[in-house]
């Protein structure tokens, strides 16, 4: 059975840092990429971050330069590294891994950037 789960988020302060984790299991997760999502009250479920099979990432502009996706196979896991936090990062993070044609989600971890 697929698990995917979260960890990490929590109450920052503007210019802070967090750093989100994503255990998985019942994969060979060497072989997938692996993504990072957020959702915001009121908006859609946007792509932060992802990380190839390989380790390429790739980052939505509005997050480049501040965070930072990694993997660590042998762990299963995934990081999302998020410095100078903003505001407008505020959000549920989820992790997502895609197998053929079914997507798994993680139940979200909660991120709240506010002074």
């Known amino acids: 059975q697929v698990q995917v789960v979260e960890s990490g988020g929590g109450l920052v302060q503007p210019g802070g840092s967090l750093r989100l984790s994503c255990a998985t299991s019942?994969?060979?997760?060497?072989?997938?990429?692996m993504g990072w999502y957020r959702q915001a009250p009121g908006k859609q479920r946007e792509l932060v971050a992802s990380?190839?099979?390989?380790?390429?990432?790739n980052y939505a502009d509005s997050v480049k330069g501040r965070f930072t996706i990694a993997r660590d196979n042998a762990k299963k896991t995934v990081y999302l590294q998020m410095n100078s936090l903003k505001p407008d990062d505020t959000a549920v993070y989820y992790c997502?891994?895609?197998?053929?044609?079914?997507?798994?989600w993680g139940q979200g971890t909660q991120v709240t950037v506010s002074s």
């Open positions: 997502n891994v895609q197998l053929g044609s079914v997507d798994y």
């Open positions: 990380i190839t099979r390989g380790g390429s990432a």
């Open positions: 019942g994969i060979i997760f060497s072989i997938y990429g």
